[in-house]
């Protein structure tokens, strides 16, 4: 059983000279306000000395704590509704940029440095940090470490993973690892490295990361590309690979809804189609300078419209443009909020099932009741975020108790064929039943052995990943 | 403590319907020749299901194993010349390419399916599987997974890990983890299948795993360049990258010495220079349909002759060629050990330090005694093979007692530069003494909690990673 982190807590973190705030709003809402955390008090460490220093009060006074990044999290992996309050541990305070080394296309970063911050600091040196998605403005590297989360440029650079080579992180005993090796290759001993990342704070506190920087492409060429169905977007997919060699960086599905939700909620941005098609991809090709990426992506369009895949383009005609059209795509998940989702789906299935998923879920999910369905998401990498939305002119509210029976059905779909329930968000405390339901049992049990052997009095982010 | 797999207990296995057979030379030597293991018995199982009971008899009876693939590792993890003798098991009959998914870039393949077998099988689908080194005809892949190897491609393809989507596996309690998704994104718990990759087969036995495959580059263009030392040929790396995009496959460094040590143990090899340069990169470039690949190279090598970076070079003129290229290259192992390296090191650095490093080793270690030194490997990874050879016409014999304190040299320089004493080896039994005098401390005391959690009785691969 844990303790509250109360005032008397505040009072004796205060006492170690750690800094702390009271719980606003910030700290224990999510996004999609579907969840409120009961934490009272924040710890503001300075240092990862001082977050080990916490991690340890923590665990004396077993007290548990939610390692905090940005609060972008999307499956409440954030925020503690049951139980004992947590203390919130905000990385907020520590966001340097600890090293920057462009020979060798590597930047060391502290957890609370937020992408943007990564992405500027990678373009100083004149190199690319591909790490890209809508809340890249407010999302610390700690949190996307901690959820292994994607985005846009997972297809040519992985995810935030494979963008690690190393972490610095505090375990839940207050020992410090020493981790940020900038090294491709070191093969010493069991990967903690990846043990952590993925694990939404429940093992240890990341506080640096060693990532990968790119060279930036030379040439940039960006494009909507209308298609008949997500099936030719995939042959299109396919096309696009066979004749640009690995120069695709991003290849995003967006369906007619996502522009009518648009224009329903930003009637002032321009879209890119008078007449929005059923669906479409945003494309983007970045290459070396020995090659146009502008001519390369014209070539591959007509070679698409001579295979029936695509059926009308808009490409970006300046930097301005390229902005705009990503706006566009970075602008749907806030447009789907402003719709208000019944439910949000995260899913992935290897790339031949998606278009007869697609097919049986239009089948079986839209006549349980009447929905508005929403897809879109990073095809190039299987994932898609599928949505349900009620009737137009209703509210979300009358359909929240059907929100379970569309989700159970949606994943045993997906399931069925070979999927994931959560392909880039995360289990943390809104798909705990869906993890004990698909998950293998002996993973299961494998990780609750790990937990209880490295965090034995379930100090850390207690109630995500496991039902207590 | 542990019981030695004996006679006895090989007629338990064979009750239990598991083949066995002894334990000949194959099953206990390793290829340098350093370590003889005890093990007499060795169990075949030909299915999952069989490894799993095997894993249950050897727990029942305290009975510890090794989960043996092609037996090629350079670091002792698969031989056990201390304790009990444990069990081997080997993986031999377990081959089988258990389906092929083009489309989706996917493969599964049981763990004693070779790594040459696996290239054979992608290539009857039109398909690269990129994982390749001089042992390839008899590594395993999981034997390769177990120490996360890499080999000639892991500049652009990443190392064993990062081409492994899932992994099936038995567990130390015999049970099966069924992790076999063939998806490029899936956020649900920890990730075991990084922590089973590199555990050297301590945390359980692979037995498949789903891999990914790539697109055949289009043009492909082979050629040696000779470079005046190794920091113009970081710098060649560099040109090539800005060059080329991500087009590089290979960029492997030769010395010398070792065109010198094929010369004398492969008279009839033909090799690229009459007059082997002081120094050379073999560089290889893989490019879409859209990009001359040998034009790409040809231009790149003219910038870097202006720019002082390249003094000659040899471009294979055919495929037969290139493989000739690649013979060179992949011989030099063989040819080290027909000479016989008193020690030999497999080390990674930060890139800007291999420069320097090498420098300063040469003033450093040159000087401990007459030796000759043989430094090749892959530059592009920042992995380098730094080998110590005795002078010309005398045997490694008489420098074995040499052999510790010139490691120890050596890894204490590579360590102080922020390096690894193990970059593609994994640590086996040979390197436990630098784990434990290099490794984070931290992270050697979570290793060893979670080996203890997971492997309570210590059968699995027992005497590698950690002293017993």
Redesign the interface.
């Known amino acids: 059983m844990l303790n509250a982190a109360d005032t008397a807590f505040a009072d004796e973190l205060k006492r170690a000279g750690i800094a702390t705030r009271p719980a606003t709003d910030h700290y224990v809402t999510e996004m999609r306000g579907n969840y409120r955390g009961l934490s009272e008090v924040v710890a503001l460490p300075a240092s990862t000395e001082e977050v080990a220093q916490i991690v340890r009060l923590c665990s004396e006074a077993r007290v548990g704590l939610i390692p905090f990044g940005g609060g972008t999290g999307l499956v409440a992996g954030q925020v503690a509704p049951e139980g004992a309050a947590p203390l919130v541990l905000s990385l907020e305070r520590m966001t340097a940029i600890r090293a920057a080394?462009p020979?060798?296309n590597?930047l060391i970063a502290e957890a609370g440095a937020t992408l943007a911050d990564i992405q500027s600091a990678a373009e100083d040196v004149n190199r690319l940090f591909p790490l890209s998605y809508g809340s890249q403005g407010s999302a610390r590297i700690g949190g996307a470490l901690s959820?292994?989360s994607?985005g846009i440029n997972?297809l040519r650079y992985?995810?935030a993973?494979?963008l690690c080579l190393g972490v610095e992180a505090v375990?839940p005993n207050g020992?410090?690892?020493?981790?940020l090796?900038?090294?491709?290759?070191?093969?010493?001993?069991?990967?903690?490295r990846?043990?952590l990342?993925?694990?939404e704070g429940t093992?240890g506190v990341i506080t640096a990361a060693a990532l990968k920087l790119f060279?930036r492409?030379?040439h940039v060429a960006t494009a909507f590309i209308a298609v008949p169905d997500p099936a030719e977007a995939l042959d299109l997919l396919?096309l696009f690979?066979?004749?640009?060699?690995?120069?695709i960086s991003a290849f995003e599905l967006i369906s007619a809804r996502s522009f009518a939700f648009l224009r329903a909620t930003y009637p002032d941005m321009r879209l890119p189609f008078d007449e929005d098609p059923e669906w479409c991809v945003l494309v983007e090709l970045g290459?070396?300078?020995?090659?146009d990426a502008e001519t390369?992506l014209g070539?591959t369009f007509e070679k698409a419209m001579e295979a029936n895949l695509a059926t009308d383009a808009r490409l970006a005609q300046s930097g301005q443009q390229r902005a705009e059209f990503w706006a566009v795509r970075e602008t749907i998940p806030e447009a789907n909020r402003k719709i208000g989702a019944i439910a949000s789906h995260d899913i992935?299935?290897?790339?031949?099932e998606v278009p007869a998923f697609l097919a049986e879920a239009d089948r079986e999910i839209a006549v349980l009741f009447p929905m508005r369905i929403n897809v879109f998401g990073?095809l190039g990498?299987?994932?898609l975020h599928y949505n349900i939305f009620p009737p137009e002119g209703e509210s979300r509210q009358a359909y929240r108790d059907k929100a379970p029976r569309v989700t159970r059905r949606i994943h045993d779909l997906v399931m069925a064929r070979?999927?994931?329930?959560?392909?880039?968000?995360?289990?943390g405390r809104a798909?705990i039943a869906?993890?004990e339901r698909?998950?293998?049992?002996?993973?299961?049990?494998?990780?609750r052995?790990?937990k209880?052997?490295?965090d034995p009095h379930g100090i850390m982010n207690p109630g995500a990943?496991f039902k207590d």
């Open positions: 080394y020979e060798e590597t959820v292994n994607g997972v992985g995810p993973r494979e375990l020992d410090i690892l020493h981790g090796k900038r090294l491709r290759k070191d093969n010493t001993g069991y990967d903690l990846n043990l990342i993925g694990s093992l060279p492409p030379a396919s690979r066979d004749n640009t060699g690995d120069s290459t070396g300078p020995s090659t390369l070539e992935a299935l290897p790339v031949g990073h990498d299987d994932n070979g999927g994931t329930f959560s392909a880039e968000h995360g289990v798909k869906d993890l698909y998950g293998d049992p002996t993973k299961l049990s494998a990780m052995t790990i209880q052997a490295l990943l």
